[in-house]
């Protein structure tokens, strides 16, 4: 086997940097899931983000009923609180990103956060997406793939987002009484991307007995989620030749259905595929994903399992780079090569986050507690690379050194940043820039240290 | 020695909202506002003299800057760089885009001393070069966390010093200010600038990737000087910003200016920094107004270029090069120090201008003139070692 450490930190984790030794083979990177599970840097519990919401609703209905009253300055201060929570929740994924000794937990939560790819659309609930990841995707990382889709599907956010809350069997109690009907939006999207994949074999009439299954699965501002009964399509529903359900429903048979399409073949080769793509190559070796096919499916969609399939295997770690750091992973990256203290990145003001943090995201492609559809970010290399990112990590790259003011000598960088394996042209631009500052921002700019 | 980090404060509030702050808050809006500055550092000072130093980051080419266009040499050492100048005194004529500063050399507010050097030799790295110049050391630098900067020094043998609020248009630390005295340093809202050379070494970066290539080189066009996305450095806003605070307490100001390592078709590549320099001397004559005549404003780069034009129209680092004095305080119109030649036997290893003299005695015997220092005080704390010998007499 081909394992480099210095490869793969880059590729697994969050990058090099003086303060964290690489690892030194891949046990020690599948190790690191259980040591860094539980991240340091607090993320926006949801409950606060539902609190706010049942205030900003409180305050709208006031306003509705006298549209006199001047309550501007409250809902001011909640949009501010939920903004600055928002930007507090940026810097602390940033930081769990950018200080874990490994990172392969903070990738993975990444990964999957975005697989399950949900947010709120302005409204009453706001920014919420770093929470709703915290509360779904991040106690799963090193569980079941089981669990981890029931808690993103039954989520309030994913629920929104996905129109379930508005989807009603036309045969139950409200159904009936107000002409009410499905919504197939989150039935499909289940099937197509979260489970079995675009290539899985299923038909218009399977996504539409699964709308049907999933009626009941709504939420409200004060209890979160709930499973009603007077949306929920009654009667037996057959899916893949299995009979779910009954009279009346329970959200026990939207459970089964799920945990049987955990388990499928096609969800196993679909997620497999999905996760060498994402960190080995946008053609990953068919042997690598079979092997992690196999594995997931032996052990029942132990996610562990996957990542020991994956980690593994000597298709994972063939050298040289081929995907291309996130704009997130590319900035974590940065401030861990140049050990940019915890301080300078967390508790920031919202000016200085906003203009530091926020808007470079943006411009890069990852906006703020935002995903660009349902299929989340593309998870090709191409993806991110596109002229405006390119001149947005440039001027963000060329701009950290500037702001930190003591760099390092970028003739020594280069080897640290890139691990020993930097190609001549960036030994040469590095140490041929004019000032300490540019060569260091060459450094983080280049194409090199975007790769990973 | 060591570096005193606490004495150097970052001053988050603008002192004033008049002149450049202001124009500096209107550009303040862009994504690239905040973080990419270069301090620019001030210092208050007893006295009424005012010294602005101007790092000219990338090893400025002072056979361009000064054309020595009576040197028979000239013309087949570089045939791309000696068409045609702005005459000064028969030998040397300026660049043709510094023609702005005609009237200056003319009042005898403007003077070069053409083949100048700090001891830095022969490695020839713009880091160390730069490290040296604004360290102010000989032989070997100190430790990265125990040098301090040779205007620091100064402020050291000032009496009544204090810090003063500082401010910071440009993208470098000013190694030169940095000490134990107290100096304040401001970074405010302007466009990063990416010089030349980082284009251009970016370029080769994003060629070298296919998949970074094509979108690599639009977004270096957006970036461009002419492009909407990363603008020229504002040296002119930069001056009348240092002008505007030497109307108050502040008597020494030093930053830099960068685009200055021309590898490559110097004839377009230099120009934009010519530019850049003659608005910040334009700059801050016009905004000092009856202060310039107290002003004195020295440029100074790490190293010069080589003599000779390389195979891509370009000059390659050299050692010697050229020191630009400036202001009403100073005695102008001239070329001070002698000049080496260009003959092959008068070039230093064949291939760099012959430096003549230390820069540091410049700048030290301009610092015991301006602040009437001991030449002795100066050669043991400002420029540890150095000899002084004679006076240049560069200022009034």
Known sequence: ???????????????????????????????????????????????????????????????????????????????????????????????????????????????????????????????????????????????????????????????????????????????????????????????????????????????????????????????????????????????????????????????????????????????????????????????????????????????????????????????????????????????????????????????????????????????????????????????????????????????????????????????????????????????????????????????????R | MRRQRPAITEAHQPLSRRGFLGQSLALGCSLAAAPLVTPIALAGAPGENRLVVIILRGAMDGLDLLRPLGDPFLPELRPSLSDEGVGLDGHFALHPVLEGLLPLWQAGELAFVPATSTPYRDRRSHFDGQDHLEAGTAGALPPALARDGWLNRLLTLLPGVEGRTAFAVGRTRMLILEGEAPITQWTPGTELALSPQSQLLLSYLFEADPLFAEAGQTALKMSGPSGTGLVAQDAEGLAHFVAEQMQGATRIASFSLTGWDTHQAQARALPPALTQLQAALLGLRARLGPLWAQTTVMAMTEFGRTVRENGTGGTDHGTGGALLLAGGAIKGGRIIGGWPGLAENALYAGRDLMPLRDIRAYAGWALRDMFGLEASAIAATVFPGLDMEANPGLLL
């Open chain 1, 1 to 451: 086997m081909n394992f480099s450490p210095a490869s793969a930190a880059i590729r697994f984790g969050s990058g090099l940097g003086p303060g964290h030794a690489p690892p030194a083979n891949p046990g020690e990177i599948w190790e690191s899931l259980h040591s860094e599970a539980q991240p340091a840097f607090p993320i926006t519990p949801w409950q606060t983000r539902l609190d706010h919401a049942r205030e900003r609703r409180a305050l709208r209905r006031t306003l509705r009923d006298d549209p006199e009253a001047d309550l501007r300055t409250d809902l001011r201060d909640l949009n501010r609180a939920d903004r600055m929570a928002a930007f507090a929740d940026l810097e602390a994924n940033l930081a769990r990103l950018a200080y874990a000794p490994v990172g392969f937990h903070a990738r993975l939560t990444r990964f999957w956060g975005n697989h399950f790819a949900a947010m709120a659309q302005g409204g009453i609930l706001r920014l919420a997406r770093s929470s709703y990841i915290e509360e779904t995707i991040q106690p799963h990382v090193t569980g079941t793939f089981r669990d981890m889709l029931r808690a993103a599907i039954l989520h309030p956010l994913m629920l929104a987002y996905l129109d379930q809350n508005r989807s009603v069997g036309p045969f139950s109690q409200v159904g009936r009484r107000r002409r009410r009907g499905l919504n197939e939006n989150l039935a499909r999207e289940l099937l197509e991307l979260h489970t079995l994949g675009p290539e899985g074999s299923y038909t218009q009439e399977d996504v539409t007995q699964l709308a049907r299954l999933l009626t009941g699965l709504t939420f409200d501002l004060d209890e979160g989620f709930r499973f009603e009964p007077r949306i929920a399509e009654p009667g037996i529903i057959e899916i893949f030749g299995k009979r779910y359900g009954g009279r009346p429903m329970f959200l026990e048979h939207v459970l089964e259905f799920l945990d049987d399409l955990a388990e499928r073949p096609e969800t196993a080769a679909h997620l497999a595929g999905k996760l060498a793509r994402h960190f080995v190559s946008d053609a990953p070796d068919p042997q690598l994903v079979a092997h992690m096919t196999a594995s997931y499916l032996d052990a029942k969609g132990d996610l562990m399992a996957l990542y020991r399939a994956l980690l593994e295997h000597p298709a994972a770690h063939t050298p040289g780079h081929r995907k291309v750091r996130a704009p997130m992973e590319l900035m974590a990256a940065s401030l861990r090569a140049l050990e940019v203290a915890p301080e300078q990145v967390t508790g920031l003001s919202a000016r200085v986050a906003n203009r530091w943090l926020v808007q470079p995201l943006d411009a890069m492609g990852e906006p703020l507690e935002q995903v660009p559809s349902p299929a989340g970010h593309g998870d090709l290399a191409a993806y991110w690379v596109t002229p405006q990112a390119l001149a947005a990590r440039t001027l963000w790259a060329m701009a950290l050194p500037v702001r930190l003011g003591d760099v390092p000598d970028p003739r020594a960088f280069v080897d640290l940043a890139l691990g020993g394996q930097a190609s001549e042209t960036l030994r040469f631009a590095a140490a041929g820039a004019e000032t300490r500052v540019e060569g260091i921002g060459l450094v983080l700019a280049s194409p090199e240290f975007s790769r």
